[in-house]
């Protein structure tokens, strides 16, 4: 097929160019070219398309009916590489995007909706789930990843990073003693969110570090669950902070050793690495790629 649309458009270009020396000249062929296409064409309907002479070409009848399918057959190819570089160009169609749950908190949900307006012919499909899994071999165009990547084929950008506080309910404060020292936290129960590293590590005064391994009975893979656990007094929270403003301003969560900064984590945008550089899903990593470091230099 790919070969007699090859033929069909070197037939086209012989009748509008009146040879086949300026077929030639035309596509940049030899002659003996442009003449074993159309012989083989002609071999393949079994008919003759011209009339040869050494003046002059002159389409047969069966000729011209064939001309007229090829002229069709050219123009929708045409009209479909025109179709798709409008597409490419005017930014338009499906994006399926999926994040974890707890980016609901913070200003992702904005940038999504800034996106949307932006580019108002794209139609987009927001899936949160805190599910650890492949979103894009799920059908996902683009997923937002938190904390640690797997290694993949897939490209990834970190798009912004999240600081994080270490907090605990009132009353599990009061039962074991408002912390001084991360070491008074290596016996405690923590929450646990099943994207993250079992262990947290901590940076304070003079650079000093350390590092807290996490244990404990109660652990999820939902932020907005793992909160709930933290309120309730089940275990210390290492949480980020759009999670637990709220409750750190209510005092239903109290921040402890404010001193010692936690590593904060990653967010990261992952696509598949065969995804074209003008394709809507880069237009949107690009977009909020753009809106981070526009709030990063305003702040």
């Not at 040879?19 to 083989?40: Q, Y």
């Amino acid at each position: 097929m790919i070969d007699d649309l090859r033929s069909m458009a070197v037939f086209a270009t012989v009748v509008a160019e009146g040879s086949f020396r300026g077929a030639a000249d035309r596509l940049g062929l030899s002659p003996s070219v442009i003449s074993h296409h159309v012989s083989r064409l002609e071999k393949r309907l079994d008919c003759a398309l011209l009339y040869r002479s050494t003046r002059r070409l002159a389409l047969t009848d069966d000729g011209r009916v064939f001309h007229a399918s090829c002229a069709r057959a050219l123009e929708a190819a045409e009209e479909g590489l025109n179709s798709m570089a409008h597409r490419q160009t005017e930014v338009a169609g499906r994006l399926r995007v999926g994040a974890p749950a707890v980016v609901s908190n913070g200003p992702f949900v904005d940038d999504v909706l800034a996106f949307a307006e932006a580019f108002p012919l794209v139609e987009l499909e927001l899936c949160l789930d805190d599910e650890r899994k492949n979103q894009i071999e799920a059908g996902f165009d683009v997923a937002i990843r938190m904390g640690w990547l797997e290694d993949s084929a897939l490209r990834a950008r970190q798009l912004f990073t999240m600081r994080r506080r270490l907090c605990a309910a009132p009353a599990l404060i009061a039962k074991l003693g408002m912390p001084h020292h991360p070491a008074d936290l290596l016996s405690w129960p923590w929450v646990q969110e099943t994207m993250l590293a079992r262990f947290i590590d901590l940076e304070g005064p003079g650079k000093a570090s350390f590092r807290i391994p996490l244990s404990g009975r109660m652990s999820t893979n939902q932020g907005q669950t793992a909160k709930r656990f933290a309120v309730a007094g089940t275990g210390a929270f290492a949480a980020v902070d759009f999670l637990v403003a709220q409750e750190l301003a209510s005092g239903a969560l109290v921040e402890m050793l404010p001193d010692w900064h936690l590593a904060s984590v990653g967010a990261y945008a992952v696509w598949p690495a065969n995804t074209s550089r003008n394709s809507i899903t880069m237009h949107f990593i690009d977009f909020l790629h753009a809106r981070v470091a526009a709030v990063r230099e305003g702040s």
